[in-house]
C-alpha cells in the first residue's frame, strides 16, 4: 500500500470499524529524497488523521536490516517515519521486516504496541518476535499483494502454523476479501485480518481510478508473478508487469529485475497516476472476488458482518 493511504482511508478504515495504517508515503504524491520531507508530510497526514477519526490508528515502519540500523543512507525514510510517529504520539506500530531483537525491543521500549509482520513468516521467526515483544503476529501467506514472501506457503498453510506456535494474538493476511475468508482465517486460529487489495478499490482510497478499474476489470488468472527484491511481485498484465516475468523465465538477475520496476515508484507510477504500462498495479492473488468500487464501509461489512467469532 506505498504511496496510496491517506488520512482520509484511514479515518475511513477506522470509523467502519477496522484499524487503519498509514503506509510508505502516506498523503504524498510528489517523490522527495529528503528525509525530513518525508518525516513532515508524515507529521501533517497524522494530524489529519485525527481531525477524520477519534478512534486509534497504525504507522507502518520497515525494520532496518540487521548490522545497517545505523547506515543512514539505508535507512532515513524508514526513521522519518518512525521519527513521526513518535513525535505524534502514535500508539501502535506496524513492523515489517526481519525479527530484529534491538529494533522489536526498542518499539516497545518507546511504549508502542507492536503489530509485527515478517516478510517471510516462518514459526521460528515468530517465536522470537514473541519474544522481543511483539504485541501481535501477522502471518501473511502468498497470497498476498506487495512485496510476497519468499517461500510459496499459501494463507491458509501459514495461519494455523503460525498460530499453534505463538501465545500472542495472530492476525492472517493475504487474498483475505470477505467474510468467506475472514471466517477461514478465525477457524484456522487467527483473530484477526490483515487487508491491502480490498481498499485500493474503496472509494475512499486516493489510488487512480484507472488502477481502481483495472482490479476490478481483471481477474485472478490474468495476473503475473515475477521475481524481484525482496523475492516476489505480483501484478495486473500490463506492458512493465510482462516485461518484468519474461525476464524471471529467463533468469535475469534479481538486481536487474528490481531496477527495471524502480522499487516502490513503480507502484506510484501505476497505481497512484494511473500508467499502468509504465508501472506496476501490486494485488492479491483473490481480485475476481472484487466486482466493483465500494465505500469502506461496506467492505469491512462483507469481512465481518454476522460473524459470531
Same mark, same amino acid.
Given at each position: ?7 482520509k482511508l484511514v479515518a475511513a478504515v477506522c470509523n ?77 506500530i506496524v513492523a515489517v521486516g526481519a525479527p530484529y ?76 476479501m470477505e467474510g468467506r475468508g475472514f471466517r477461514a ?14 481498499? #485500493?478499490? +474503496?472509494?475512499?482510497?486516493?489510488? $487512480?481510478?484507472?488502477? !481502481? ?8 488468472? *490474468? /495476473? ?55 508501472? #506496476?498495479? +501490486?494485488?492479491?492473488?483473490?481480485? $475476481?472476488?472484487?466486482? !466493483? ?8 461489512? *462483507? /469481512? ?6
Amino acid at each position: 500500500m506505498a504511496w496510496i493511504t491517506s488520512a482520509k482511508l484511514v479515518a475511513a478504515v477506522c470509523n467502519a470499524g477496522g484499524m487503519g495504517t498509514l503506509g510508505t508515503n502516506a498523503g504524498q504524491r510528489e517523490v522527495s529524497e529528503d528525509p525530513e520531507i518525508v518525516y513532515q508530510r508524515t507529521c501533517d497526514e497524522i494530524r489529519k488523521t485525527r481531525t477524520l477519526t477519534e478512534k486509534p490508528f497504525a504507522v507502518n515502519y520497515i525494520l532496518p536490516v540487521p548490522g545497517l540500523e545505523d547506515d543512514p543512507a539505508a535507512n532515513l525514510f524508514s526513521l522519518a517515519l518512525l521519527r513521526a510517529a513518535k513525535e505524534e504520539d502514535v500508539k501502535i506500530i506496524v513492523a515489517v521486516g526481519a525479527p530484529y531483537e534491538k529494533e522489536l525491543r526498542g518499539l516497545k521500549e518507546d511504549g508502542f504496541t507492536v503489530v509485527y509482520r515478517d516478510d517471510t513468516p516462518t514459526f521460528e521467526g515468530a517465536q522470537k518476535a514473541e519474544t522481543y515483544g511483539a504485541d501481535i503476529i501477522v502471518a501473511t501467506g502468498f497470497d498476498e499483494g506487495g512485496a510476497i514472501p519468499g517461500k510459496e506457503i499459501g494463507t491458509f498453510a501459514i495461519v494455523p502454523i503460525i498460530a499453534d506456535s505463538v501465545d500472542v494474538p495472530v492476525m492472517a493476511a493475504g487474498g483475505i476479501m470477505e467474510g468467506r475468508g475472514f471466517r477461514a482465517a478465525m477457524e484456522l486460529g487467527a483473530e484477526g485480518v490483515f487487508c491491502g487489495t480490498s481498499f #485500493i478499490t +474503496s472509494e475512499e482510497c486516493w489510488a $487512480s481510478d484507472v488502477a !481502481k478499474q483495472d482490479i476490478v476489470d481483471h481477474e485472478s488468472s *490474468d /495476473l503475473i508473478l515475477y521475481r524481484a527484491l525482496p523475492s516476489y511481485w505480483r501484478s495486473t498484465p500490463h506492458a512493465l508487469a510482462k516485461q518484468l516475468g519474461e525476464k524471471s523465465v529467463q533468469g535475469t538477475s534479481l538486481a536487474e529485475r528490481y531496477g527495471m520496476m524502480g522499487g516502490t515508484g513503480g507502484l506510484h507510477i501505476a497505481q497512484l497516476e494511473g500508467r499502468l504500462d509504465e508501472g #506496476i498495479n +501490486s494485488v492479491n492473488s483473490a481480485i $475476481s472476488l472484487i466486482k !466493483k468500487v465500494r465505500p469502506c464501509e461496506e467492505i469491512i461489512q *462483507d /469481512l465481518v458482518g454476522g460473524s459470531s467469532f
